[in-house]
Structure formats: C-alpha cells, structure tokens
C-alpha cells in the first residue's frame, strides 16, 4: 500500500500543502453539506444523484483528513491511498470504512459515466458516507487537541 503513495509523491499526485489545515473545516462543511443532498436526493428516488453527493461527502471528509496532515490531493486515487497509509495504517481508521471510500469511487464513476446506479448501492453509500464524515471529526478533534 504504501508503494502506491510512494508513486503518487513521485509523480505529484499529492502534494506539499500548508494552507490545508486552516481549511479542514470547510472540507468537512463540504462533507456534510454533501451527505445532507445525498438523503435528499435518495429520498425524491434520485439514486444517481444520491450515489455521487455521498461519493462527494466521502471525498470531502477524506480531503479533510489529509489537509490536516499538509498534504493536497491531484488524484482521487491518490487521495485514497494517502488515507490508506496515514490513517488506516495507523489503525485510525477502520478498514470497512476505507474500502467503502474505494467502492464509492467505483459506483460514482458507474453512475457519472455510465448511467449505472441502484437505489440499494446509493442507500449503503450514504450509511458509509455517514460513518466516514462521523469518523473524520473524531479524528480532526483527536489530532486538534493533541496538537
């Protein structure tokens, strides 16, 4: 796993980013903001739209967490493996949770590119959507008051 994020600081695919944690909280706003219009669009039966706000919400909580760490993404795939090595690696976050991030990236990309979504496949999105944003904030408030 952590070859994969080695690639991606070789080929800036993550970058250096001081401004990131004076911008977590908007990432996290964003989050949530994202989770909110995913259940709105699930309930009015908008699976598509559902399954890519959670996808969105989840990118969001992630974004955040790396920002915290002074890092920005230019990847999304990226993005996933720097969770993978900073959190899931140290056992911050669980892994269902981060191969959920991984599937949403897949069921976004079937939905956005291909007309491909289920109202079962946006329902457990937004659970994990849910979870992941639960999650990040205990994560920032552990690394803030540590800090």
């Known amino acids: 796993m952590e070859n994969k994020f080695q690639k991606c600081l070789e080929r800036n695919k993550i970058v250096s980013f001081s401004r990131g944690p004076k911008l977590t909280a908007k990432e996290i706003e964003l989050a949530a903001f994202d989770l909110n219009r995913s259940e709105?669009?699930?309930?009015?039966?908008?699976?598509k739209w559902?399954?890519?706000?959670?996808?969105?919400?989840?990118?969001?909580s992630a974004r955040a967490l790396l920002y915290v760490k002074n890092y920005r993404e230019k990847s999304h795939q990226c993005l996933i493996e720097?969770?993978?090595?900073?959190?899931?690696?140290?056992?911050?976050?669980?892994?269902?949770?981060?191969?959920?991030?991984q599937r949403a990236?897949?069921?976004?990309?079937?939905?956005?590119?291909?007309?491909?979504?289920?109202?079962?496949?946006?329902?457990?999105?937004?659970?994990k959507a849910r979870?992941?944003?639960e999650n990040a904030k205990l994560i920032l408030k552990d690394l803030i008051l540590n800090n």
């Open 40 to 47: 709105t669009s699930f309930q009015q039966g908008d699976y």
């Open 50 to 60: 559902a399954t890519i706000q959670a996808y969105y919400s989840m990118f969001h």
């Open 82 to 101: 720097a969770i993978r090595v900073f959190y899931l690696n140290e056992g911050l976050l669980d892994y269902s949770i981060v191969e959920a991030f």
């Open 105 to 127: 990236k897949t069921l976004r990309e079937e939905a956005d590119y291909y007309g491909e979504f289920t109202e079962k496949n946006a329902g457990s999105l937004i659970e």
């Open 131 to 133: 979870e992941f944003l």
